[in-house]
């Protein structure tokens, strides 16, 4: 490594000489040391001029909050589905128990997994291949996917909340999924030192997971007694009824056909064809994370079809991070003026983004309103139903601007009737396999 040069004594005076020589420098450092970056390098004229008025509003009640967990893709896929349960019995307001999916997400996985690294260890995989250690290192997180909550939701159905309720580990993941993940590494260990064994190892992982995931987050019911008052005082009995059973009768909205549209800004991921990530997935046998490319604007336009025809939330995928005013609950592209505070120009577009590890999906969150001008065509803003709390935004729902859409939102999941003939046919070709640590697979946490 001789050719990486250490900074010496000259550079380093000549660095504090331009940095004294500008009085700008010294203003910016006096600001942020005393107030931090996100205030000094607030837009007040933007912030105050996004305003929180809507002409399509979809009404999903209170807020969710996830605590400290990653499962903000099984809260807004949830959140979807309790607005088409809520219509469907007539309730003001109702919560799936968001802990039933993740028991059942975390133990299909654990299957998932010990299957796939056995698949591979038997193939020959080297354990200090680079697709091995990403595997090992990413195994056990919280984040997911619309289609791995679809698979949990046809296999598994759902429950209200009061059936399963939140525990400690649920709402701090942290601990647990530290235990189940040094139990996974344990098992390849194992696997890899005494390959005869493999299906042995795997047989007892698994039961070791399922034991480890009851303690934690307790017992999910089989079935159970259900009763509700609706939002007009009248009392109905369904009697005893499985999750299944119920998903399949109070939300029967279509949801398991959904597709996910991506944008993928990269050049040479053509539009209009279908991507998949390698080893991506949580229910072995379940539907493959698939997306169909489109272009953002399409995104746009069946968001704003299903908001304003259908009147239901659109779950999507976005980088939540930049640009973002969390107690104000806003996002957009000049939200804040972080180039003029450091006098750099941040001039990467999405796709040098997503390139060079800039951006990448990592939360996921549901639309339930649009604004759109008197002529109908061009959309100014965007409501967003998130899962962090009443106590942020305003109560807990956020406003985006449309720019923000077009540069960090990647995801969102739609009707497949909703596609034009020619991306149906894309959808039954094959699709362009990307490799497991691509960033079209990182997971909404």
């Known amino acids: 490594m001789t050719d990486i040069t250490p900074l010496d004594d000259q550079t380093l005076d000549a660095l504090r000489n331009d940095f004294s020589s500008d009085e700008k420098n010294r203003l910016a450092m006096n600001a942020v040391t005393a107030a931090g970056i996100e205030k000094v390098a607030r837009n007040y004229d933007r912030a105050r001029l996004l305003q929180r ?3 399509v509003s979809v009404d999903n009640g209170e807020v969710t909050h996830q605590d400290r967990s990653g499962r903000c893709w099984l809260f807004s896929s949830l959140n979807v589905a309790r607005f088409v349960a809520k219509r469907a019995m007539g309730l003001k307001e109702f919560e799936f128990s968001q802990n039933y999916a993740m028991y059942y997400d975390k133990l299909e996985r654990v299957n998932y997994f010990l299957k796939d690294m056995a698949a591979l260890l038997r193939a020959g995989e080297a354990v200090d291949s680079r697709l091995t250690q990403h595997l090992l290192q990413d195994v056990m997180g919280d984040g997911g996917q619309w289609t791995m909550a679809m698979n949990i939701y046809k296999k598994y159905g759902a429950v209200p909340k009061d059936f399963y ?11 647990m999924n530290v235990q189940l993940r040094s139990l996974l590494h344990t098992a390849v260990a194992h696997m ?9 190892i795997v047989r007892e992982t698994t039961a070791a997971g399922h034991r480890m995931l009851t303690i934690h987050l307790g017992e999910p019911p089989k079935s159970f007694d259900w009763e509700w008052t609706d939002k007009d005082g009248e009392f109905h009995r369904d009697g005893e009824i499985t999750p299944v059973e119920f998903w399949k009768k109070y939300v029967d909205a279509g949801l398991e056909d959904y597709v996910c549209l991506v944008d993928d800004p990269r050049a040479e991921h053509p539009k209009g064809k279908k991507i998949a990530i390698e080893h991506l997935g949580n229910v072995a046998g379940g539907d493959p994370t698939e997306y169909l490319n489109v272009p953002n604007q399409f995104m746009k336009d069946c968001v704003r079809t299903i908001l304003s025809e259908q009147g239901i939330p659109v779950w ?8 973002m005013d969390r107690e104000a609950g806003a996002w957009a592209t000049d939200l804040f003026e972080y180039g003029h505070v450091y006098g750099v120009d941040f001039d990467l577009d999405k796709e040098a983004r997503v390139r060079f590890a800039d951006s990448a999906m990592n939360h996921a969150m549901a639309f339930v309103g649009v604004d759109v001008d008197d002529d109908g065509k061009t959309t100014r803003r965007w409501r967003v139903e998130n899962s962090w709390g009443s106590k942020i935004a305003d109560k807990g729902y956020f406003t985006m601007s449309d720019d923000w859409f077009s540069e960090f939102v990647y995801e969102v999941a739609v009707p497949k009737s909703m596609l034009p003939a020619e991306y149906q046919q894309a959808l039954s070709e094959p699709a362009i396999n ?3 640590w691509d960033p079209m697979g990182a997971l909404a946490k």
């Open 316 to 323: 999507f995928g976005a980088d939540c991070h930049p640009m």
């Open 434 to 436: 990307l490799p497991a």
């Open 192 to 200: 890899a030192a005494e390959p005869d064994r493999i299906d042995d």
């Open 165 to 175: 309720p939140e525990t400690e580990s649920s709402k701090n993941t942290r601990e």
């Open 53 to 55: 008025r809507f002409s």
